[in-house]
């Protein structure tokens, strides 16, 4: 089945950037969307960005918006989430999760496949 590993060097100083990789198996990342989600400590799980299948749409959080982006990169079968303009509140461990041929994609839990995450530490 579809595997997902997510890779970042995971500490950074506030106001500067990272980018976060989501590499797939041997299924092409072209037929899901991919999201991208956090979790801090002592929240919940919360969407940040996603990347619908085929037309390749995106949505973003308000909390992250005009600061993130998400893109593919069909060559390698990747995902990535560029972080710019980080906060110390964007601390978190983030996943990339897919879902199978969706053209919108969502915001939120109910995604089928899921990485195991990666820290990512946004402090002086």
């Known amino acids: 089945q579809l595997q997902l590993v997510e890779s970042g060097v995971g500490l950074v100083q506030p106001g500067g950037s990272l980018r976060l990789s989501c590499a797939a198996s041997?299924?092409?990342?072209?037929?899901?969307?991919i999201g991208w989600f956090r979790q801090a400590p002592g929240k919940e799980r919360e969407g940040v960005s996603c990347?619908?299948?085929?037309?390749?749409?995106?949505n973003y959080a308000d909390s992250v918006k005009d600061r993130f982006t998400i893109s593919r990169d069909n060559a390698k079968n990747t995902v990535y989430l560029q972080m710019n303009s980080l906060k110390p509140e964007d601390t978190a461990v983030y996943y990339c999760?897919?879902?199978?041929?969706?053209?919108?994609?969502?915001?939120?839990?109910?995604?089928?496949?899921w990485g195991q995450g990666t820290q990512v530490t946004v402090s002086s």
């Open positions: 999760a897919a879902e199978p041929v969706q053209d919108m994609c969502l915001l939120t839990p109910g995604y089928h496949y």
């Open positions: 990347i619908s299948s085929r037309a390749g749409s995106t």
């Open positions: 041997r299924f092409t990342l072209d037929y899901y969307a």
